[in-house]
């Protein structure tokens, strides 16, 4: 069964403290780190592949609505309302960038990240602060959710919605 973990870690100020946390988190970060180098090369390409595909379908659209306003015939815009039907169908998604450790982060990064990306995550910090003091402890409820695998759903009116299911949590606080 996928597993959240909660660990805190006390020690005295130059007790190695990010010492450990960088000899155990290191290999994560390398990972992190190739997967950026490669969302930024799929950034690039989408961008141009993007590109043509919104010039192609504003051409389609344009032909459309030319054939609307020249009274063409049903089946002459049923062709060309299929074409951009297809058209449309065809969108690119946006390459969405993998991360796994969080620290100084914002509940809604977090959460983004855990529907777009990794289902799981760890908020993880030598200094214990930035992981209390970040956005992300504002919303406990959702964390306790996380924590046990439970499904969030977060709908706002002025943003995108929110669907996280079968997500993990690990929190390490030092």
Request: glycine share 6%; charged share 30%.
């Amino acid at each position: 069964v996928p597993t959240s973990l909660m660990l805190m870690i006390v020690a005295k100020s130059g007790e190695r403290k990010s010492a450990v946390e960088s000899k155990f988190f290191n290999p994560i970060r390398e990972f992190e780190q190739s997967k950026r180098t490669t969302y930024e090369k799929d950034c690039q390409s989408w961008e141009i592949k993007h590109k043509i595909w919104q010039i192609e379908r504003k051409a389609i659209e344009k032909k459309f609505d030319k054939a609307i306003n020249q009274n063409a015939s049903n089946e002459e815009i049923d062709v060309i309302r299929t074409e951009l039907s297809q058209k449309m169908s065809e969108e690119l998604k946006r390459p969405t960038p993998i991360k796994a450790l969080y620290d100084d982060s914002t509940a809604q990064a977090l959460y983004g990240g855990l529907q777009n990306g990794l289902p799981f995550a760890g908020l993880i910090s030598s200094e214990g602060g930035n992981i209390l003091k970040s956005g992300a402890f504002t919303d406990m409820a959702k964390l306790n959710s996380l924590w046990s695998g439970e499904p969030i759903i977060i709908d706002r009116v002025k943003a995108e919605s929110i669907h996280i299911s079968d997500a993990r949590l690990t929190t390490v606080i030092m």
